[in-house]
């Protein structure tokens, strides 16, 4: 089995199989993100797909000193924007519950799901912010790559969605406690 | 991990997502549509030659030598002074023999013209009342 860097210097020779199996570990949860970012189910597989070609197109211009993954979700979250431009997209279309792509994805049983009070919390670059640190395991400078914003604005805007995020936490505890 | 960290982690886990056979195959043949593009080279600063940081740095200097030796040699060429001549030539010159009659005789009749109305109107005053 080839080691990613030896698949990316396939796949910068011109090698497809190298670059789809460089992908495929990573192409669900970008699918997954993309989901907290576009419109529709529909529109975040148009932007995966987006991605993934233009990953191939310019996968040249990839400097090795940056991880791959932080490299894709840079140009997953350029093809999102590109299509969450106000012509396409309704402001209010992301609020709608029945719409929302990833609340389809969520089960039933899991409407507790924090990512969900998050959207409706948090801004979107602070929530693309704490969904690559908590739930892609990045680090502070690879997140700010991926944003192509500071350390130290990523790192504040970790905090601030924290704090927004703890206190929505806490409040629901407490009203279970309260109704026992 | 915090309790926050965990439980932000469990949740996006559940949110189940997978890329369908259709989308994979969609992808693949539009990856084979495309090629990688040659990388952009820009040259860099440092590969230029040593010759041309010396070339440039001593044009520099022989030009800024240049405008001093210039600004300095070249004194502004002081200002004639005006001749006595020239003075009495730029003023205006004014024709003292004229007589001041020349110069107030159209008023002098217009001062005429209208004592004459007046005596005339006063005249005309003294015969309408009898006087």
Redesign the interface.
Known sequence: MRTEIQLVEA??A?S?EA??DLVRRY??RL??FL?TRCASHADA?DA??DT??NA??????YDSRWRFSTWLYRIAIRNAAKLRTPDVVEIGDLSDEENDP?MQ???DS?SE???IS?RHLLNDEVFAA??LR??EDMSVNDISKALDRSASWTKVNLMRG?RA??AE?NGRNEKSEAYG | MD???K???R??D??????SDE??H???A???S???????VAVPASRRPAMFWWASSLTGIVAAAAVIVIVNTQQPAEPPMPTPANIVAAVPVIDWKTETATLTGQLQQELDALQSDIKKAEQKVREDIGL
């Open positions: 796949a910068q011109g497809v670059f789809t192409r669900d699918l997954r989901l597989e995966l797909q993934l070609i191939f197109r310019y996968i040249r211009s990833l994805c969520i089960a899991e799901n924090l990512w998050a704490m969904w908590y739930a924290r995020l703890d936490l | 309790k926050l960290a439980r932000l982690r949740d996006a559940n949110i189940e997502v997978a890329v989308l994979g969609r992808i693949a539009s990856l084979r495309v090629s990688p593009e040659a990388k952009s």
